[in-house]
């Protein structure tokens, strides 16, 4: 975390399908003078990355192991199934697990959604990564279950994906290690949740308004004005008789 605590740069991880864009770009406006760096990263690996101090915090898809992560749950990604395009699935708007129960489904080890039941049947073999699956599917040996994110990135011409609405969905979050809460870590969470540059809960204090002179209305200003008369001397009040020029 040395990077971090000195200022010199912000390491972000990220793992496949989450596209950090927009937070980068906000962060490039606000602390333009701390680098982000970004660090693509399996999503099997994210955690140990974070935990053996290669980033400062990182997106990573749930379920994760927490133990001495802090982590904020973003948004849930729709489920797909991937299938080639001349496959019965493709001439449906959306489809069911039920729909898939006689379809071989690849599981691949990188798999990031939680499966109570697996649907289908299991493929002959679990490839490495969510890729090879995808591979394979286009092979015509089987079909896969990821979140939209994944299958837009790896998406072939011969291949296409139909919503799976009563899947289970994979949720993507922001995590850091607990005791390593700089004060960059802070703001970037900030960034994420929304927050303005001038939040209360920010680093950076909002500029305190410089207050306004008071602006006098005409009518006030005449009014502090000594009232003169026709001549152009002051006005003498009632009672009073004005110096010099006496009647001789």
């Not at 602390?31 to 990573?60: K, S």
């Not at 289908?120 to 990564?129: I, K, N």
């Not at 922001?174 to 005791?179: G, I």
């Amino acid at each position: 975390m040395t990077d971090g605590e000195t200022g010199r740069t912000f390491r972000l991880a990220y793992v496949p399908g989450v596209t950090p864009a927009k937070w980068v770009n906000v962060w490039t406006e606000r602390l333009p003078d701390v680098p982000i760096t970004l660090v693509a990263v399996p999503a099997a690996e994210a955690v140990g990355l974070l935990r053996e101090g290669g980033a400062d915090a990182g997106f990573v898809r749930l379920p994760v192991d927490r133990d001495g992560l802090s982590v904020i749950p973003l948004y849930t990604e729709t489920t797909v199934v991937v299938v080639p395009k001349d496959h019965a699935v493709a001439a449906a708007d959306e489809v069911s697990v039920t729909d898939l129960v006689d379809d071989e489904v690849f599981h691949p080890l990188d798999d990031t959604i939680e499966w109570t039941v697996r649907p289908g049947l299991p493929a002959f073999t679990r490839p490495v990564t969510t890729e090879d699956a995808v591979e394979l599917v286009a092979a015509g040996t089987g079909i896969l279950l990821v979140p939209l994110s994944l299958a837009r990135l790896h998406h072939r011409r011969d291949l296409t994906y139909r919503p799976v609405p009563d899947a289970p969905q994979s949720q993507v979050a922001l995590t850091w290690p607990a005791d390593a809460t700089t004060d960059l870590v802070e703001d970037f969470i900030g960034i994420v949740r929304g927050r303005t540059v001038n939040s209360s809960r920010g680093r950076t204090p909002a500029t305190p308004a410089t207050p306004a002179t008071p602006v006098q209305k005409p009518a006030q200003r005449q009014a502090q004005k000594p009232a003169q008369n026709g001549s152009g001397r002051r006005a003498v009040p009632a009672g009073r008789k004005r110096k010099g020029n006496r009647p001789r």
